[in-house]
Nanobody, 121 residues
Framework: QVQLVESGGGLVQAGGSLRLSCAAS????????MGWYRQAPGKQRELVST???????NYADSVKGRFTISRDNAKNTVYLQMNSLKPEDTAVYYC???????????????WGQGTLVTVSS
């Protein structure tokens, strides 16, 4: 079974930084795309950033220039470096993996449990 485990969330003051990590496990051969989504209270889940296996990245306009996504294919891990955080970045951040190929089966879309990021003003 494919599992995604996030870490690195917490409470930070506006202007501060956090680094999120997400490790995928489960006899994985490869993962096509990995990324981060977030859901603020009372709002729908939204895309934050994605990165393909070859390193092509995509960012939501609201985080461009402040957040940086990266991944380690050998470790099946994706990171999100968040700088210049704002109170409006407060949300539960979810890790996502698309196109996961394992020894026994393939998974089109996998999600982590989420990690809470709170930015105080």
């Amino acid at each position: 079974q494919v599992q995604l485990v996030e870490s690195g969330g917490g409470l930070v003051q506006a202007g501060g930084s956090l680094r999120l990590s997400c490790a995928a496990s489960g006899s994985i051969f490869s993962i096509n795309a990995m990324g981060w989504y977030r859901q603020a209270p009372g709002k729908q889940r939204e895309l934050v950033s994605t990165i393909t296996r070859s390193g092509n990245t995509n960012y939501a306009d609201s985080v461009k220039g402040r957040f940086t996504i990266s991944r380690d294919n050998a470790k099946n891990t994706v990171y999100l470096q968040m700088n210049s955080l704002k109170p409006e970045d407060t949300a539960v951040y979810y890790c996502n993996a698309k196109g996961v190929i394992t020894r026994a089966y393939n998974v089109l879309d996998a999600w982590g449990q989420g990690t809470l990021v709170t930015v105080s003003s």
